[in-house]
């Protein structure tokens, strides 16, 4: 009876105190290469295991060390991301996440959103000109909707003014993360004769953490081509510049929050815009040229 009572108080200690024993045969950082290799589903749940274990896995190094890690051991997470518009009158945007597991995120967001270019550590950003915009975590559900810019307030005012324009201007937000301090920032970047403003351009940028969008001064003296998606790398957002002689393509600094012309781009003036478009491949910013019936890179 003594050595069946001992063995069942073991037995139970090793379930009441699981993540003190796993402290007590695996070091720290052995326990943490193994958190690295888990999916974020599980490592929601391991986070109430200890409060060291929740710590490590909120930690920005241990985030940056898993997404590096996932990236390494499989595929893209999201293959295709189609927006469709629920017809039951919830008014809510359905995002179909193809991968190795189908799922569907239901988000409160317009008809007409439109999805930023690309994901940023996993983050799909969803806009329109004239709703509020949300940053959503697909494997998660979780999102955050952020408040209109002062450039969404002026296509409102324009749409109520139809007689006053010729045509809508709908520009294309960016998204990306400051690489320095890990602070996510979307980004308006719009040429300011279609509204009426001075200089070249105007751009504006959302601060989550005092939740309001502001001005960036300088903006570029480049005209954009704002009907091109902006495309976010290794903590800048890229766009397509209109030059005297060339067309440029346009840098900011998510840090800094400054502009620099990158370089500019290889090919002739004359046959932009409409047959060029940015992405990244092999974590490189490129810009394709289609030519009559083929595409080059």
């Not at 959103?113 to 494997?139: E, F, K, M, Q």
């Not at 045509?167 to 970047?189: A, E, I, Q, S």
């Not at 309001?212 to 570029?220: G, M």
């Not at 990158?262 to 002739?268: N, S």
Request: net charge neutral; with cysteine.
């Amino acid at each position: 009876m003594l050595k069946r009572r001992h063995g069942s108080s073991v037995v139970v200690g090793l379930k009441r105190h699981r993540s003190s024993v796993v402290g007590l045969l695996l070091p720290h950082d052995a326990v943490e290469l193994i958190l690295e290799r888990l999916p974020v589903e599980s490592l929601l749940k391991f986070k109430s295991v200890s409060k060291n274990w929740k710590s490590t896995i909120e930690s920005r190094c241990f985030k940056e060390r898993q997404l590096i890690r996932r990236k390494q051991s499989r595929g893209p997470d999201v293959l295709l991301v189609p927006l469709t518009w629920s017809c039951d009158g919830t008014d809510a945007e359905s995002i179909a996440l193809g991968s190795s597991i189908v799922s569907t995120v239901r988000l409160p967001t317009s008809s007409g959103s439109r999805i930023c270019h690309g994901s940023c550590d996993g983050l799909l950003c969803l806009y329109c000109v004239y709703t509020p915009s949300v940053v959503v975590n697909p494997a998660t559900g979780w999102h955050q909707t952020f408040p209109l810019s002062n450039l969404q307030l002026l296509c409102l005012d324009m749409y109520d003014k139809p007689e006053d324009h010729d045509f809508f201007p709908m520009p294309n937000l960016g998204f990306g993360r400051d690489k320095f301090t890990g602070t996510y920032k979307p980004v308006w970047l719009y040429n300011s004769s279609h509204f009426g403003l001075p200089n070249a351009t105007t751009c504006e940028v959302f601060d989550f953490s005092t939740n309001a969008w502001r001005y960036v001064h300088p903006s570029p003296p480049h005209r954009i081509y704002d009907f091109i998606t902006p495309v976010y790398l290794d903590g800048s957002l890229h766009w397509l510049a209109e030059g005297e002689e060339d067309t440029k393509v346009l840098s900011f600094d998510l840090h800094s929050e400054t502009f620099h012309v990158l370089c500019k781009a290889p090919f002739a003036r004359d046959r932009f815009p409409f047959s060029h478009n940015m992405f990244i491949l092999d974590n490189r910013l490129c810009v394709s040229e289609q030519d009559s019936s083929t595409q080059v890179i």
